[in-house]
T-cell receptor, first 109, second 115 residues
Framework: KNEVEQSPQNLTAQEGEFITINCSYS?????LHWLQQHPGGGIVSLFM???GKKKHGRLIATINIQEKHSSLHITASHPRDSAVYIC???????????FGKGTRLHILP | KAGVTQTPRYLIKTRGQQVTLSCSPI?????VSWYQQTPGQGLQFLFE???????NKGNFPGRFSGRQFSNSRSEMNVSTLELGDSALYLC??????????????FGPGTRLTVL
């Protein structure tokens, strides 16, 4: 079993829909990252959070440390949101960072 | 502020050769991390440097090495290249000494192809 699991692997939705991407992990962590990768490879850090909820524009990230689960939500989705979304967790046991396999999101106009 | 830069952007090498990739962090950032991304394995952590010291290392063979200079620029080296080393190599910089628990700013990556 992978230490970081993301779901779904692929998601296609219509413009305007509310999107949820989930990340579950089995290791002890103090923070979690959400990253966005567009075609061509460039990665942007969207959020780093250790508790509760963070919001930036149409993006909302939540984390429940006790349940070892985080979600990334996109409200009023737009075709430009089409990208791969990756969660990443630095592990407490050795401070190394491990990544989920990513969720490929495609928003149709 | 200029972002993280990586050179070269694309590289083609043959098996057995060695390669050096360069990363210049955002001005003022002293932490640099390196990652390998392949279609099969996804993103994997290579190593992390802070103030010229390797702070942490991922589970890669000794053929993968790196270093950081006094100006925080970092290089990674792969010796005796194998076909499986073909990947996108990304570096990221951050302010904090524990880069993995700080917001990281990624470079555009170097795409290495080994023939």
């Amino acid at each position: 079993k992978n230490e970081v699991e993301q779901s779904p692997q692929n998601l296609t939705a219509q413009e305007g829909e509310f999107i949820t991407i989930n990340c579950s992990y089995s290791v002890g962590i103090s923070a979690l990252h959400w990253l966005q990768q567009h075609p061509g490879g460039g990665i942007v850090s969207l959020f780093m959070l250790s508790s509760g909820k963070k919001k930036h524009g149409r993006l909302i990230a939540t984390i429940n440390i006790q349940e070892k689960h985080s979600s990334l939500h996109i409200t009023a989705s737009h075709p430009r949101d089409s990208a791969v979304y990756i969660c990443a967790v630095p592990m407490n046991r050795d401070d190394k960072i491990i990544f989920g396999k990513g969720t490929r999101l495609h928003i149709l106009p | 502020k200029a972002g993280v830069t990586q050179t070269p952007r694309y590289l083609i090498k043959t098996r057995g050769q060695q390669v050096t990739l360069s990363c210049s962090p955002i001005s003022g950032h002293r932490s640099v991390s390196w990652y390998q991304q392949t279609p099969g394995q996804g993103l994997q952590f290579l190593f992390e440097y802070f103030s010229e010291t390797q702070r942490n290392k991922g589970n890669f063979p000794g053929r993968f090495s790196g270093r950081q200079f006094s100006n925080s620029r970092s290089e990674m080296n792969v010796s005796t290249l194998e076909l499986g080393d073909s990947a996108l190599y990304l570096c990221a910089s951050s302010l904090a000494w524990t880069g993995v628990t700080d917001t990281q700013y990624f470079g555009p990556g170097t795409r290495l192809t080994v023939l």
